[in-house]
């Protein structure tokens, strides 16, 4: 007797242990809910989205500042020739809608050196052609000559100002 009431109590008490172990109600749940998923995809989702944008307006911003630099580089590229007397000739400066044109002599004729804008930026009212004056370096306008491109996408523009005595820089 004593044989099968220890029987009957290991049966039992492994019977238990099946039940608590197939039930777990009371143990923490692993894994995520559908919602919680969601959520976290819409919430990433989001944040790439702003960052995209900020990216576009940063590559916008780089253009035009590339672009301003290598018209500025180009200005004074002109009047250091000019200056050094190289060829014995003047240099000049011409614009167009996309580029900016290094010429030699007192007139646009012939490029020497082309500057082609990014497709993302354009010259805002092209100033007349102008070439530096040898021996001074000042500009044949007699006046402060403005350039101005801006970015086709946004309302950011750079100014680059050459004086009368024709020093370049960028406003």
């Known amino acids: 007797m004593k044989m099968i009431t220890t029987l009957l109590s290991k049966q039992f008490h492994l019977a238990q242990r099946l039940t608590n172990f197939t039930k777990r109600s009371d ?23 702003v960052t995209a944008g900020g990216l576009a307006s940063y590559r916008e911003s780089a253009a035009l500042d590339q672009a301003a630099d290598e018209i500025l580089e180009l200005l004074r590229e ?6 050094g007397s190289e060829g014995g000739l003047e240099y000049g400066m ?3 809608a996309s580029q900016v044109i290094l010429f030699k002599g007192t007139a646009y004729a012939a ?28 500009t044949s306008a007699g006046s402060a000559v403005t350039i101005s491109i801006s970015s086709k996408r946004s309302a950011k523009t750079r100014h680059i100002q050459v004086s009368a005595s024709g020093a370049a820089e960028k406003l």
Request: charged residues 20%.
């Open 27 to 49: 143990s923490p749940r692993r894994g995520f809910t559908l919602l919680e998923i969601i959520i976290t995809l819409a919430i990433l989702a989001i944040l790439a989205v």
């Open 78 to 83: 002109a009047r250091s020739k000019t200056l």
């Open 94 to 96: 011409h614009f167009e």
């Open 111 to 138: 490029a020497e050196v082309t500057v082609s804008l990014p497709p993302s930026v354009e010259m805002i009212s092209p100033p007349a052609d102008f070439y530096f004056e040898r021996l001074t370096g000042e």
